[in-house]
């Protein structure tokens, strides 16, 4: 018997053993609490090899190739980063080499410098600090973004020229699936109960004033009868609050950021196509209009979903909820808290477009005959998704629950 505060409503639960294979879930909203894993650590490790492998082979064989009347030009993953850079848009080029490239491996490193030793029965250097950051990386490694992002430029490009997919694609392809079985096998707890901590700090019952959940390993801990500032996790060395700070403030300002980069994200131009001496603009709606007047409806839908509905409705959902806890609304907590989960989840999908560019400007250098460059409307729309993404990550669910009177119990 353990105790667990809901990490989305801070309810206190009593978890017993957890059957292998089955789950705990908070009785009030919903959210997951514990997970038991049947073999979690060992499969893991297996998985995250086999991903690595996967990663050289993506990353150092070609990836697509592109063929337009007698001229060939093939690129391997990072050729899209070079050239963002080489157009000046170094920021983008940034954010794609992170969220595609470096975010994964630092997560599969990460892994492996914290599995094999556990199963070694050995303690590795600063666990606490490379466990927290693998799991901060988990939003913004954004492979299967990337992978969406693909098939929108193969289909953008077809009438146009040849797509030859390359050895890589099939590599990258296998890896989100094997990166996302890792994480799905992956059961955070057996590697925080390696970290022994001393049992006084642990269940011992005083008030639920004075309890307060880590918001990385949950684990349950006691707040000192006076103050309580700067205290950290006796496990995982996280900062504690009972919530986080400045939530609803935070939010709004980051909310108001992103409404702001919505409008050049939409107007401006994304790409600029030029093609024997004609220079065209497009923006992310006419860019959707092409696949409609060319009959290719189905990803006018996604294009149309991903860039304009998707950010709209975060944007929405979360001014919505910061109103509603700033007004104290007792109105149906359990479904504003899911309507919080569907955000956190949905907004990084938004990411496809920037990805789309970076693929576009990569395949088509073909000097006059025809030449795709990243317009400004890139980093707009970068921008704004990462700031949403952040502003949902600053809103803390648990302010939802505190209207509710069955605080305690
Ligand atoms: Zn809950
Ligand atoms: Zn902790």
Same mark, same amino acid.
């Given at each position: 018997m ?5 990490h989305?409503?801070d309810? $206190? !639960?009593r =978890?017993?053993p957890?059957?292998?294979?089955s #789950? ?11 997970? !038991?894993?049947?073999?979690s ?7 995250t090899?086999?991903g690595?492998?996967l990663?050289v082979? #993506? ?11 007698a001229?060939?030009r093939e690129?391997i993953?990072?050729t ?8 000046? &848009?170094?920021?983008?080029? +940034? ?6 490239i470096?975010?994964?491996a630092?997560?599969?490193m990460?892994?492996l ?6 199963r070694l ?5 600063k666990?606490?600090?490379?466990f ?5 990386l988990?939003p913004? #490694?954004m492979?299967?973004?990337? &992978?969406?992002?693909?098939?929108v430029s193969?289909a953008k490009l ?18 989100i699936?094997?990166?996302?079985a /890792?994480?799905? =096998?992956l059961?955070?707890h057996?590697?925080?109960e390696?970290?022994k901590i001393?049992?006084?700090? %642990?269940?011992?019952?005083?008030? *639920?004033a004075n309890?307060i959940?880590?918001?990385t390993?949950?684990?349950l801990c006691?707040?000192?009868s006076?103050?309580? !500032?700067?205290? +950290?996790?006796?496990r995982?060395?996280? !900062?504690l609050?009972?919530r986080?700070p400045?939530? $609803?403030a935070? +939010?709004w300002a980051?909310?108001?950021a992103?409404?702001i ?8 131009p $994304?790409?600029?196509?030029t093609?024997?001496?004609k220079?065209q603009?497009d923006t ?5 209009m092409?696949f409609?007047s /060319?009959? &290719? ?6 294009i149309?979903?991903a860039s304009v509905? =998707?950010?709209?409705? @975060?944007l929405? +959902?979360l ?6 806890v700033?007004?104290?609304? %007792?109105?149906?907590p359990v479904d504003r808290t @899911?309507?919080?989960r569907?955000?956190? =989840? ?8 920037v ?5 576009l400007?990569?395949l088509?250098?073909?000097?006059a ?7 400004? #409307?890139?980093?707009?729309f970068c ?5 949403t993404?952040f502003a949902? &990550?600053?809103f803390d ?8 009177e069955? *605080?305690?119990?």
């Amino acid at each position: 018997m353990s105790l667990i505060a809901c990490h989305e409503c801070d309810l $206190i !639960h009593r =978890v017993g053993p957890v059957p292998e294979g089955s #789950a705990a879930r908070c009785s009030r909203c919903g959210a997951l609490l514990y997970q !038991h894993k049947r073999n979690s650590l060992e499969r893991t490790l297996a998985l995250t090899v086999a991903g690595l492998i996967l990663f050289v082979v #993506a990353n150092a064989f070609p990836f697509l190739g592109f063929k337009l009347q007698a001229q060939v030009r093939e690129i391997i993953l990072i050729t899209g980063v070079q050239e963002l850079y080489h157009q000046g &848009m170094w920021i983008l080029a +940034t954010v794609v080499l992170l969220t595609t490239i470096i975010m994964p491996a630092a997560q599969m490193m990460g892994l492996l410098y914290v599995l094999v030793p556990l199963r070694l029965n050995r303690i590795p250097w600063k666990l606490k600090e490379v466990f927290r950051f693998i799991q901060s990386l988990r939003p913004w #490694a954004m492979m299967e973004v990337f &992978m969406l992002g693909i098939l929108v430029s193969i289909a953008k490009l077809s009438k146009m020229a040849t797509i030859v997919p390359g050895i890589a694609v099939f590599a990258f392809m296998a890896l989100i699936f094997i990166l996302a079985a /890792s994480l799905a =096998v992956l059961d955070p707890h057996a590697v925080w109960e390696r970290i022994k901590i001393q049992e006084s700090s %642990r269940d011992i019952p005083v008030a *639920r004033a004075n309890l307060i959940g880590c918001h990385t390993c949950h684990l349950l801990c006691r707040l000192p009868s006076q103050g309580g !500032h700067g205290l +950290t996790c006796p496990r995982c060395g996280t !900062h504690l609050h009972r919530r986080k700070p400045n939530s $609803i403030a935070r +939010t709004w300002a980051l909310i108001l950021a992103a409404a702001i980069f919505y409008v050049p994200a939409n107007v401006l131009p $994304i790409t600029i196509v030029t093609s024997l001496g004609k220079k065209q603009a497009d923006t992310i709606i006419s860019g959707a209009m092409y696949f409609i007047s /060319s009959g &290719m409806w189905p990803i006018a839908l996604v294009i149309f979903v991903a860039s304009v509905f =998707v950010p709209l409705i @975060k944007l929405l +959902t979360l001014s919505y909820l910061s109103f509603s806890v700033q007004r104290k609304s %007792r109105w149906r907590p359990v479904d504003r808290t @899911k309507l919080y989960r569907m955000t956190e =989840v949905v907004g990084r999908w938004s990411m496809m477009d920037v990805y789309v560019v970076t693929i576009l400007v990569a395949l088509v250098k073909l000097g006059a005959l025809a030449t795709i460059e990243a317009g400004p #409307a890139a980093v707009y729309f970068c921008a704004l998704v990462i700031i949403t993404m952040f502003a949902a &990550m600053s809103f803390d669910p648990r302010l939802i629950w505190d209207q509710t009177e069955d *605080r305690n119990e």
